[in-house]
């Protein structure tokens, strides 16, 4: 029987481009945890001192609100267990952090009723529970993350990164909550704009796939959702032209916002530099974090 788990989920970047609700990269960021059964009748959580209080109390935790609603969806008892968190993707900054929790419960779930780790199983548990499959698919299996959900189950294609892409997140201070601003956006959108994203988006997947990046400037623009979710305090459309050189792939709002991600041959200095004076400016605090694909998914250990 196991007693324990720690696991290691990683962040994510999802709406790539034109991919909206459907297309993401995992990045080498991570929340940590360990889930340890305990014979009290009740859980009991421990988090680093940097979060926030509000976000981590035993009634309102995304981690064990997934594992309880994936035991009662399998029937399997609920055991109670100490959570102890080491680190976490940064809260509502666009980054993936709920589908970290999510994912997190549901494989302490699995895991303590000694069920495998199947996947494809645990991406449609975490569906039923985040209702987009993006940012889970490439928590759970890394890598570029293309899925749909239809009739009983999600439909994924994951394809490891093997060519450079090195990815810079330009993080405002500012926090998005998804559900807020997924009522921003269009209920319905025109033929011609469907029909532009829809070309954009397979022209993204094909040159991300290939490895032919060159193509990815053009192709990550999107117009169902960033032009009704991005801060026009921050000025990003002058900032991409700043921007645009040879090591400068593409970009695209990441998740619902409000970071950023910019696809690049390498952690360019220049880049930085033209990132960080361009908000020195406006007078706007960002944070600037220089990451990579993570080609693994979630990992565990028992
Ligand atoms: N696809 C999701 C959205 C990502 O845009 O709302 C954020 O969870």
Not at 83 to 91: A, D, G, H, K, R
Not at 116 to 145: M, Q, W
Not at 208 to 227: A, F, K, T, V
Not at 253 to 269: C, E, F, H, T
Request: with cysteine.
């Amino acid at each position: 029987m196991i007693k324990s788990i720690s696991l290691k989920i990683p962040a994510s970047s999802a709406n790539l481009g034109p991919g909206f609700d459907c297309v993401a990269v995992a990045l080498n960021l991570y929340t940590k945890f360990t889930a340890q059964l305990t014979t009290d009748d009740k859980f009991s959580i421990s988090y680093p001192a940097a979060i926030p209080k509000k976000l981590i109390t035993v009634k309102n935790n995304l981690v064990l609100d997934s594992y309880q609603k994936t035991c009662r969806k399998h029937h399997w008892p609920i055991k109670y267990f100490k959570l102890t968190c080491s680190e976490m993707v940064p809260f509502e900054s666009g980054l993936g952090s709920s589908a970290t929790a999510i994912v997190g419960g549901i494989v302490i779930a699995y895991a303590f009723n000694m069920q495998t780790l199947n996947r494809h199983k645990i991406l449609d548990d975490a569906y039923d529970i985040e209702n987009h499959p993006d940012n889970i698919a490439a928590a759970i299996f890394g890598g570029f993350t293309c899925a749909f959900h239809q009739d009983k189950g999600c439909y994924l294609v994951k394809t490891p990164i093997t060519k450079n892409l090195h990815c810079l997140i330009i993080r405002p201070s500012e926090a998005t909550n998804t559900k807020t601003s997924r009522q921003k956006l269009l209920k319905e959108i025109t033929l011609t704009d469907a029909k532009n994203n829809l070309a954009r988006a397979v022209t993204m997947v094909a040159s991300i796939i290939n490895g032919e990046y060159e193509n990815l400037q053009e192709s990550m623009l999107d117009l169902m959702h960033e032009p009704y979710r991005i801060n026009p305090k921050c000025q990003y459309p002058a900032l991409k032209k700043k921007l645009l050189g040879k090591e400068f792939y593409g970009w695209s709002l990441s998740g619902s916002g409000p970071s950023v991600i910019i696809l690049a041959s390498k952690n360019s200095k220049k880049l930085k530099t033209t990132i960080f004076s361009h908000f020195r400016s406006l007078e706007m605090k960002i944070d600037l974090l220089e990451l990579i694909i993570d080609n693994e998914g979630f990992s565990y250990s028992t």
